[in-house]
């Protein structure tokens, strides 16, 4: 079955660290360019950070220096590592991916959404 699942999340103080981590299943991890995703209350889903097979990162300005994305093609793992936590960094967390190989109408084939992974810092 093709699946993500994220874990990891809970809740924290403002300047603290978590490491959230993603685990797919059901397809060739290595042709997917994986990244990891938030929602506020209120606000659209958007891209945070993401990590192809070679290791080639992106980042959003706004964690940019606070972030780092890892992957580990052998445990079809993704995680993301949090720094510097802001109450702004407040969201729903999801991973998702983007094949490099398949395209349907267009656009590259993407993984189903998982169920994320709750981050809520506050003090």
């Known amino acids: 079955q093709v699946q993500v699942v994220e874990s990891g999340g809970g809740l924290m103080q403002p300047g603290g660290s978590v490491r959230l981590s993603c685990v797919a299943s059901?397809?060739?991890?290595?042709?997917?360019?994986m990244g990891w995703y938030r929602q506020a209350p209120g606000k659209e889903r958007e891209l945070v950070a993401h990590?192809?097979?070679?290791?080639?990162?992106y980042y959003a300005d706004s964690v940019k220096g606070r972030f780092i994305i890892s992957r580990d093609n052998t445990e079809k793992t993704v995680l993301l590592q949090m720094n510097d936590l802001r109450p702004e960094d407040t969201a729903l967390y999801y991973c998702?991916?983007?094949?490099?190989?398949?395209?349907?109408?267009?656009?590259?084939?993407?993984?189903?959404w998982g169920q994320g992974t709750q981050v809520t810092v506050s003090s």
């Open positions: 998702n991916g983007a094949s490099i190989r398949r395209w349907v109408q267009g656009t590259r084939v993407t993984l189903p």
């Open positions: 059901g397809i060739i991890f290595s042709d997917y360019v």
């Open positions: 990590i192809a097979s070679d290791g080639v990162t």
